[in-house]
């Protein structure tokens, strides 16, 4: 059974760089796309981008600060996101995306990791 | 961006009744439309995907329907453990987007 875990520090200053990794176990980080999402407080879920191999695919409201990439040797995805601020205070979940299989499986978003509380306060 | 339309934003309801949840494209999605059970300090669960099929392990009782821009998760017979927020998503195009929520509460 995959497990997908995030980590990182939980508090970032505003205008540097948020840093989260996550670690996949029980499974192979190959031949899936890999996702991360955030829910800022009592609100919605917003994507972020996802990886598969060396493609990448961004949101355009983060595309400018936004960078995914993957470490096959370690099975792990990281999210680097820059000059953060307030607004980027959320819930960030690293997310397995079944945007590789056929469309019979929606590309949806099938195991999640419990997801990790980063806040962006001086 | 595709926008998602859930209504309605939040429901009471009692165990055993019928709730249904909607959600609208704002362009044809074709079948590209997947739900999700989110409980307080938990990540979301994948219940259906493409409209209309179960995930594995979630109850019958859940069922989705629709294809384009008009979707409907339904849950027949409401349980304890189903009060939670409910959200669609829709695969079908970049930036991936989700509906706003709907919370289904105890009545």
């Known amino acids: 059974q995959v497990h997908l875990q995030e980590s990182g520090p939980g508090l970032v200053k505003p205008s540097e760089t948020l840093s989260l990794t996550c670690t996949i176990s029980g499974g192979s980080i190959s031949n899936y796309y890999w996702s991360w999402i955030r829910q800022p407080p009592g609100k919605g879920l917003e994507w972020i981008g996802h990886?598969?191999?060396?493609?990448?695919n961004y949101n355009p409201s983060l595309k400018s600060r936004v960078t995914i990439s993957l470490d096959t040797s370690n099975n792990q995805f990281s999210l680097k996101l820059t000059s953060v601020t307030a607004a980027d205070t959320a819930v960030y979940f690293c997310v397995r995306d079944l945007s590789s299989y056929s469309a019979g499986h929606g590309y949806a978003f099938d195991v999640w990791g419990q997801g990790t509380m980063v806040t962006v306060s001086s | 961006d595709i926008q998602m339309t859930q209504s309605p934003s939040s429901l009471s309801a009692s165990v055993g009744d019928r709730v249904t949840i909607t959600c609208r494209a704002s362009?044809?999605?074709?079948?590209?439309l997947n739900w999700y059970q989110q409980k307080p300090g938990k990540a979301p669960k994948l219940l259906i995907y493409a409209a209309s099929s179960l995930q594995s392990g979630v109850p019958s009782r859940f069922s989705g329907s629709g294809s384009g821009t008009d979707f409907t998760l339904a849950i027949s017979s409401l349980q304890p453990e189903d009060f939670a927020t409910y959200y669609c998503h829709q695969g079908y195009g970049t930036p991936r987007t989700f509906g706003q929520g709907t919370k289904v509460e105890i009545k």
């Open positions: 990886i598969y191999y060396a493609s990448t």
């Open positions: 362009q044809s999605i074709s079948s590209y």
